[in-house]
């Protein structure tokens, strides 16, 4: 198996949110260090285009991969970063079976989580696993902004319904998928299927991505050490 972090350098809301301080350390450390806590994996390699982004996961006990540049525009998708990763490390003699991509943008994320994540796969029952967590609101009740101001149902068929109607609905919490590589190469997406998911405390499940991220999961990692 071989975890994948990506980190590519340039982000825009939050400017280095990869390796932003996080209570002391690079946010980064919290992701390499959970995966690598597993002691599931060949290898840990932070995906980056960013040389510092790469000295600092280096420091923290990660490979790094410099992705190749027209992998690391805004645009560009991480299914194909993925595969592009595979196929030089198969070219180097290194073929895997399984990988999981860990995100460094959630860092109360822990080493049980991602291990509860990969040992969801199954051969030939389960080909794709996540992490989740709880909606905040009645996901069947999600408005879309129109034009001028206006708000309509997503789904108007389904928002007048009585929420003890609905299945239970979870979401992919963005912080870590795993997946046999040759059903990921198949289907080329990251929610394949058949797929699994371990569901995360709602707290831990946060994903930074704007300054106001940061604050909220600083609260939330103290509330959650005092617990402990």
């Excluded at 600092?56 to 592009?84: I, K, M, N, Y």
């Excluded at 959630?106 to 989580?113: E, H, K, T, V, Y």
């Excluded at 963005?174 to 797929?195: C, H, K, L, V």
């Excluded at 999961?217 to 103290?222: D, G, R, S």
Aim: charged fraction near 30%.
């Amino acid at each position: 198996r071989i975890a994948v972090i990506p980190a590519r350098g340039g982000s825009k809301r939050l400017p280095s949110k990869n390796i932003v301080d996080f209570l002391g350390r690079p946010i980064i450390a919290y992701s390499i260090e959970a995966a690598r806590e597993c002691n599931l994996f060949n290898r840990v390699v932070v995906s980056t285009d960013d040389e510092y982004i790469a000295r600092v996961s280096e420091q923290f006990g990660a490979e790094t991969d410099r992705r190749p540049g027209e992998l690391a525009t805004d645009d560009a998708h991480l299914l194909d970063v993925c595969l592009d990763l595979f196929d030089r490390e198969a070219e180097q003699g290194r073929v895997y079976d399984q990988f999981c991509m860990v995100h460094a943008t959630s860092p109360l994320r822990q080493a049980g989580d991602i291990k509860a994540v990969v040992e969801l796969l199954e051969k030939g029952r389960c080909l794709f696993a996540c992490a989740l967590s709880e909606f905040n609101h009645h996901a069947h009740q999600a408005l879309k902004l129109v034009e001028n101001g206006f708000i309509e149902p997503m789904w108007p068929e389904l928002v007048n319904r009585h929420s003890h109607l609905m299945p239970h609905l979870v979401g992919g919490n963005g912080s870590t998928y795993a997946a046999f590589i040759d059903a990921f190469r198949e289907q080329r997406t990251f929610f394949g299927t058949p797929m699994r998911g371990h569901l995360m405390d709602r707290m831990r499940s946060i994903d930074i991505d704007v300054e106001e991220d940061l604050e909220v999961m600083k609260l939330f990692k103290e509330y959650l050490d005092a617990k402990e």
